[in-house]
């Protein structure tokens, strides 16, 4: 076992020396704030299709998604239709435009800095309140990643859970902090790929190993009938009401609000490459949630003994099935899952803090030296806030995103979507969106019974639209009147 262990350390170590040496890299080509925020706005379609979908399913794809599965079987993969709905539709919708708006509208490099352009509001208020609804929730998001790093080392190693969880934000912070936008892309690409194919192997040698498609199908049938009905929770026995299909489908909604995807958007190259970019990030994204799901509905069967945490069945299922050195290799994409999205987020968490609250409030003449390296200090202050939020053992990956999820989702979802598309949205329209939003997914996930058990997504998205509308009808304000080179393109 300590033979194994000192194997699969070794794979770890050199996965973590690429990922350092990629940083460099990239910081040899970080000149200037765009470089750090936006790579320079210079992603081709793979780099940015790819490096969208790994920052966006993070360690819960890896461990949250199939640890639902393992426990309440097929009906968890609601959550993988809303999922991948909601993947399409944001490339589909919100891409393009964004990707030429932000660029138009003074050259945005952040979400807040977008909306205080497209408005223009000179007060900033628009720009501040969007950065700060941006670190709150990125706290519980990074946090989330950083739980599952420590549950990776410390099923792995044996280690205990505040040490893994130190190793894993040290090992992030190290090649976010020199390299910035480029890094962060260059090592997503690395790290989605790599998720791509252990999801693709694990369920694929397990299905071999169980006879096939009818005698894994037998096994797990035979364990519990209910493991493969949509509509039926296999942990108790239950059908799903409607509003338990609503919530886990509404996960999809929060596509359109997610910062640290919508800079993808933003950092793509052409307006041309968006097509190409969003069939690839569809295809990464229903090949890995398929195999996702296949690796807890198999994992039940193939595992036979009560793991505790349903968390842990991928990690569990790959120590079981391969040679260390392989082994090694595939729980290293658990880790490139966990980082792929928490430096995304420290990212966009130094970038708000940068560039909307620094260079906009304190400092709007700092250069572009002083900038860079503000935002480099502004990442490690965010993940140590981050790394004591995950000091708790007993946080669930779920659990942790889906809150997160569900605040930039209604925050910023409707506020984007209808500033890319209403002209008549104003300022004030745009600053209820976004606080309604946002309230509303934090007072509604204090509450339950009834109503209250729906998903909060959906209330806030729902409330936040109702309050962009009235409000912005309510007001006259003449940030509503936009360039007409910036209005002609709505119609392109």
């Not at 998001?141 to 190693?157: D, P, Q």
Request: with cysteine; charged share 10%.
């Amino acid at each position: 076992m300590v033979q194994n262990n000192l194997t699969i350390g070794f794979t770890f170590a050199i996965y973590l020396l690429v990922m350092l040496g990629i940083g460099i890299i990239a910081y040899r080509r970080t000149n200037n704030l765009s470089d750090y925020i936006l790579g320079g706005r210079s992603l081709g379609p793979w780099t940015s299709a790819i490096s969208a979908g790994a920052s966006d399913m993070s360690g819960w794809l890896l461990l949250g998604l199939p640890g639902a599965a393992y426990v309440s079987g097929l009906s968890a993969g609601w959550i993988a239709v809303g999922l991948l709905i909601g993947t399409w539709l944001n490339w589909l919708i919100v891409a393009r435009r964004l990707r030429v708006y932000s660029y138009k509208s003074g050259d945005a490099l952040t979400l807040p800095e977008f909306f205080a352009n497209r408005f223009r509001d000179n007060t900033q208020l628009l720009r501040v309140v969007s950065a700060i609804f941006i670190l709150m929730f990125f706290m519980f998001y990074t946090s989330s990643g950083l739980v599952a790093g420590g549950k990776l080392f410390e099923t792995v190693f044996g280690l205990d859970y505040t040490l893994a969880v130190t190793v894993g934000t040290l090992a992030i912070i190290s090649y976010t902090f020199f390299g910035g936008f480029l890094a962060v892309s260059w090592t997503d690409l690395i790290q989605g790929l790599m998720m791509a194919a252990a999801l693709l192997i694990v369920p694929v040698i397990a299905l071999t190993e169980l006879g096939g498609l009818g005698g894994s199908t037998s096994q797990i049938l035979a364990a519990n009938p209910d493991m493969l009905k949509w509509f039926t929770d296999a942990s108790t026995g239950e059908a799903l009401t409607a509003m338990g299909i609503i919530s886990s489908m509404a996960w999809g909604l929060g596509y359109f609000g997610q910062p640290h995807i919508l800079a993808r958007f933003a950092a793509i190259r052409s307006e041309n490459d968006i097509p190409t970019a969003r069939r690839i990030a569809v295809s990464w994204s229903g090949l890995c949630l398929i195999c996702a799901m296949a690796v807890g509905l198999l994992g039940s069967v193939y595992m036979a003994r009560d793991l505790g945490d349903g968390e842990t069945i991928f990690m569990v299922m790959v120590n079981a099935i391969f040679h260390p050195v392989i082994a090694g290799v595939l729980l290293a994409a658990i880790l490139a899952a966990v980082m792929s999205t928490a430096d995304s987020q420290l990212l966009v968490s130094s970038s708000a803090l940068t560039d909307d609250f620094y260079k906009a409030l304190l400092r709007k003449d700092a250069s572009q030296n002083e900038l860079v390296w503000v935002g480099r200090f502004a990442v490690i202050a965010i993940a140590i806030i981050a790394y004591l939020l995950a000091l708790n053992p007993d946080s669930t990956v779920l659990g942790l995103v889906s809150y997160a999820w569900a605040g930039f989702g209604a925050a910023f979802g409707p506020a984007l979507v209808m500033a890319l598309f209403w002209r008549r949205m104003n300022t004030w329209g745009a600053l209820a969106g976004i606080i309604v939003g946002g309230v509303t997914v934090v007072a509604w996930a204090e509450l339950s019974g009834g109503i209250f058990d729906l998903y909060e997504i959906v209330p806030g998205v729902i409330f936040a639209y109702i309050a962009i509308v009235v409000v912005s009808l309510a007001t006259s304000d003449v940030s509503s009147e936009i360039t007409a080179e910036f209005d002609a393109l709505k119609h392109s």
